[in-house]
């Protein structure tokens, strides 16, 4: 009618964000009051403060994408730069690399796989399998496909869930402390494993804790070294850590990109496992951009396997739909929200410009410089397996590190969003 009304202030909470790699994941401004750099700053000046008895064993695991982004902002090597981080984060009592916990994410992933290939005749949905190691395509799925899409995604944990329930589980036991006393905090390339260690299913009911209690992406790492008024070039290093606590001489990685390499070490096991085909070089085929590419493993003319990685939400979006009309080829895709991978996270140091593909280029080049290890022939891995998980594939395995997803509400009542 002409008149003006006063609109009310609208409040979204981080579990209203679809995390679709808009304010989230690129604006600093936007952080949660638990998860923040602030935040940790208070919590270790409260622990140091605190009773002896009341002290939490404060832990953090480092991510190589942030290490990565670190190396090539201060132009240091990669370990280098992990013993020097080590260091400066001493103010903990220890810090761990996530590198070893995504051992048992791919490990998981490639025999749920295999487990899928097997049922794909009973279960139509069983194939294709989706990569779950993103949070930002995770609560795009959720919220916007729910019940459709969520039958195709893989359970297998991240990473960094994987890490908490190593710290908060097994970390904890060898310690004698129960999960509570333990304040685990990572350091990741994204705004969105912020989302991923509020959900629901990270959170110990028993004990009343997270499995991951506080996410800081890598630019907040930087802005803790201003604030200290430190250069991380100027740091002295320091041994590193191991969940298993044997000091680590040296850093290693996982072949197949800056996003875990998923793709390629399930191609790889299922070729082997399903075929007995040994896939010594993996050779990717673009498709309409450099972030949507197929691997195909074919006999005698037939296609035995049909792989594809499927970056940002251009090529997610064009994914769903080939799914959605029964026109989806592949049997497994790596889909991750950002644009050339986690190691191009929000959350990771950004320069602008043509500077930030240099930058981008170099912290690739680091990424990949480590030895590639396979995880099937880490020792360590091995160990826990056996003594605290109960072996392959036992029970326990698919407790601890496997999750499941939720079809969500829509938050657009209150705000009158079109979605």
């Not at 990473?159 to 310690?175: I, N």
């Not at 790596?334 to 990771?348: H, I, K, Y």
Request: net charge neutral; glycine share 6%.
């Amino acid at each position: 009618d002409g008149e003006a009304q006063k609109l009310e202030k609208a409040k979204i909470s981080l579990n209203d964000c679809l995390a679709c790699s808009g304010c989230i994941t690129s604006a600093e401004s936007v952080l949660v009051r638990q998860q923040s750099h602030g935040e940790l700053c208070k919590v270790l000046a409260l622990n140091k403060a605190a009773a002896a008895q009341e002290q939490k064993l404060v832990v953090i695991s480092v991510s190589p994408q942030s290490r990565a982004s670190l190396a090539a902002r201060f132009k240091l090597g990669l370990l280098e730069t992990a013993q020097k981080l080590t260091t400066f984060l001493k103010g903990v009592h220890h810090v761990f690399d996530t590198t070893f916990s995504r051992n048992f994410s791919l490990l998981e992933s490639q025999q749920e796989f295999v487990r899928r290939f097997h049922k794909q005749a009973e279960d139509k949905k069983a194939l294709p399998m989706l990569a779950s190691a993103c949070p930002g395509w995770i609560c795009y799925a959720e919220k916007t496909h729910g019940s459709f899409i969520i039958p195709h995604i893989s359970t297998t944990k991240s990473p960094q869930q994987v890490m908490g329930s190593l710290v908060k589980g097994y970390f904890a036991e060898q310690q004698h402390l129960p999960p509570d006393r333990i304040y685990h905090v990572t350091v990741m390339p994204c705004y969105d494993k912020k989302l991923e260690a509020s959900r629901p299913d990270f959170f110990n009911q028993e004990y009343q804790t997270r499995d991951v209690d506080c996410v800081i992406t890598t630019g907040e790492v930087l802005k803790l070294l201003e604030q200290e008024g430190v250069s991380l070039s100027d740091v002295d290093p320091a041994p590193l850590d191991t969940v298993l606590g044997r000091a680590a001489e040296e850093l290693s990685s996982h072949p197949g990109g800056g996003s875990g390499g998923y793709l390629e070490h399930i191609f790889r096991h299922a070729a082997k496992e399903l075929f007995g085909i040994h896939v010594a070089s993996i050779h990717y085929k673009p498709l309409k951009n450099k972030d949507f590419q197929e691997v195909t493993l074919e006999r005698d003319g037939e296609v035995l396997l049909q792989f594809a990685l499927a970056y940002g939400f251009r090529n997610i979006q064009n994914l769903v739909q080939k799914l959605k009309r029964g026109k989806c080829p592949y049997h497994y895709v790596e889909v991750m929200a950002c644009p050339s991978g986690c190691l191009n996270g929000g959350g990771q140091i950004k320069l602008e410009g043509e500077s930030s593909k240099e930058e981008l280029q170099q912290v690739e080049r680091l990424y990949e410089s480590l030895r590639a290890e396979i995880p099937e022939e880490n020792q360590a891995v091995r160990e826990l397996y056996e003594h605290w998980l109960g072996g392959w594939g036992s029970e326990r395995a698919l407790q601890v590190l496997h999750t499941q997803y939720h079809a969500l509400e829509r938050a657009n009542s209150a705000l009158n969003i079109k979605w």
